[in-house]
């Protein structure tokens, strides 16, 4: 998104500078220049969204009194498309590759206990996305969360919503996840709690944080670009 918007301030300043194109070759090619870097940032963010890593989405959903999963299909899809939206112009996707049942007594996360009690649930080289309940605050009890990102025993994280998260809570865990640790205070940022209907964005800072993480998960292994999906037969 940021590099989209750049590249479109970059046309406009082109477009002025050709347009008193009869003042100077220099001043053409300057603009010519410009447009040129225009292009390259326009489309640098559709490359960079169609050749980014894919890292794959484990999935545990929680239980209903009646035995059913707390959201459906559907649901966990808007969440993906949204972090998607924001995260894949940046260099990272996102798909569902591993779905399973979340057993009880994990549908209803209380203590800190509770959710240390996720790690041995956790998935190797993806991101764990818990989908509960009801997840309470545990620094503020009687309080309760849409999301978390939760660093749980051994430092391994992982992601817990509650079946009451708004489409755009995946995206802001996932910009913890990506190593922004802290919230911001400017409205409608991602990582802020306070929306008045604007667009939401991340700002450069935050969006090389994503960038820099994203780089580290492929080295280390944390993560694996998953890649397109492949029928096997
Ligand atoms: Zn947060």
């Known amino acids: ?5 750049a ?9 002025r500078a050709t347009r008193r194109g009869a003042k ?8 010519g220049l410009l447009a040129a870097g225009a292009l390259v940032l326009a489309f640098a963010g559709e490359a960079a969204a169609e050749e980014a890593p894919i890292f794959g989405l484990a ?3 929680a239980r209903d ?17 949204d972090a998607n939206g924001f995260f894949a112009p940046l260099g990272a996707r ?4 591993m779905e399973k049942p979340l057993a009880e007594p994990h549908g ?4 800190r206990a509770d959710r240390n009690a996720l790690t041995p649930l956790t998935e190797a080289n993806a991101i764990d996305v818990f989908v509960v309940r009801a997840l309470e605050d545990v620094d503020e009890p009687g309080r309760y969360r849409m999301g978390v990102c939760w660093t749980g025993r051994g430092g391994k994280r992982f992601i817990v919503l509650a079946r009451t998260a708004r489409p755009t809570v995946l995206a802001h865990e996932l910009g913890h996840f990506f190593g922004n640790r802290q919230h911001s205070t400017v409205v409608n940022n991602l990582m802020s709690y306070t929306r008045d209907g ?4 991340l700002d450069a800072r935050q969006i090389a944080t994503i960038q820099r993480s994203t780089r580290s998960f492929l080295e280390t292994g944390r993560l694996v670009d998953v890649g397109p999906p492949r029928r096997l037969r």
């Open 1 to 5: 998104m940021a590099l989209a918007s």
């Open 7 to 15: 590249g479109r301030t970059g046309a406009v300043l082109a477009a």
């Open 24 to 31: 100077a070759a220099a001043v053409r090619a300057f603009g």
């Open 59 to 61: 999935i545990a959903i």
């Open 65 to 81: 009194e009646k035995g059913e999963r707390v959201v459906d299909d559907a649901w966990v899809q808007r969440q993906i498309d």
């Open 94 to 97: 996102f798909r569902w590759t």
């Open 108 to 111: 209803e996360l209380h203590t």
């Open 198 to 201: 604007g667009t939401v964005f």
